[in-house]
């Protein structure tokens, strides 16, 4: 059964799923969808052209779908996209997206977005991510299943985090971060791979092996950053895991990639 708090102010037009709770205070906004069970604990704002997916439970003072903060943005009916089983804690949020950017922010599932964090316009958020408390993501920034974004770490505009990435908290992160890196620093640098990820998500032994030894090869000091991609791709062609570091070094991006100190590839 759906419960409404006699507090809470919900638009006639708003669509409302089956065993939905909106707790004290909140408001949700004619253009929102709220998907089967989702929950609203108490003075939680959802605006825009917002659907929030089924199970999905937001803590109080989130606000959730307001326009994003873009001077280019003119009032265009741009979304914002939830998934399923998502925890939003305190103070999170999250903005639509722009005309610039496909008009679209999206948020995949079970993913955790702890006090304070910052979704800007037009990101992209895969599964199972998890923001820890204050960490904020620029605009248009695209994040990969599994990675997490430390406490009060910053991702510039347009950058890409790999899937199983880790970023150390406190990280400025101006560059790309392949998959199953790990990055810390006032401006990030790659510190190596991120082995407790790769354990706790099941990976064999002999995967993690491969994955390093790719990585040295990858960030050796002997030649171009081409050349040793070509080689690691040759020699590693079978490994799922590694072309996927490959195919990311190789995919456009406005950013290139975050590497290492040449100390620490060896």
Request: hydrophobic letters at 40%; proline letters at 3%.
């Amino acid at each position: 059964m759906t419960t409404i708090h006699s507090t809470a102010i919900v638009s006639d037009t708003a669509k409302i799923g089956a065993d939905v709770k909106i707790g004290p205070y909140s408001v949700i906004g004619p253009n929102v969808t709220l998907g089967d069970g989702v929950e609203l604990m108490s003075h939680v704002v959802v605006e825009g052209h917002t659907s929030v997916g089924a199970g999905t439970r937001i803590f109080p003072f989130s606000s959730i779908g307001h326009q994003p903060q873009d001077l280019k943005f003119h009032g265009e009916a741009s979304r914002l996209e939830i998934g399923e089983r998502n925890v939003i804690r305190e103070h999170v949020t999250m903005n639509p997206g722009t005309e610039g950017g496909g008009m679209l922010t999206k948020v995949g599932d079970e993913c955790l977005f702890m006090v304070g964090a910052h979704v800007a316009h037009d990101c992209m958020v895969s599964n199972n991510v998890i923001l820890v408390n204050n960490a904020t993501l620029g605009g248009h920034v695209m994040i990969d299943d599994w990675a997490i974004i430390g406490g009060l770490a910053a991702v510039h505009q347009f950058v890409r985090i790999g899937r199983h990435a880790m970023i150390g908290g406190k990280t400025g992160v101006e560059h790309d971060v392949i998959p199953y890196g790990t990055v810390t620093g006032n401006r990030a640098r790659l510190e190596g791979l991120n082995i407790v990820g790769l354990k706790r998500r099941g990976f064999s032994r002999d995967e993690i092996h491969d994955i390093r030894k790719a990585y040295r090869l990858i960030f050796a000091e002997e030649g171009t950053m081409a050349e040793r991609v070509a080689d690691v791709f040759e020699d590693f062609s079978k490994n799922e895991p590694v072309m996927e570091i490959i195919d990311f070094i190789r995919s456009d991006s406005s950013r290139g990639i975050c590497k290492p100190h040449m100390e620490d590839a060896s």
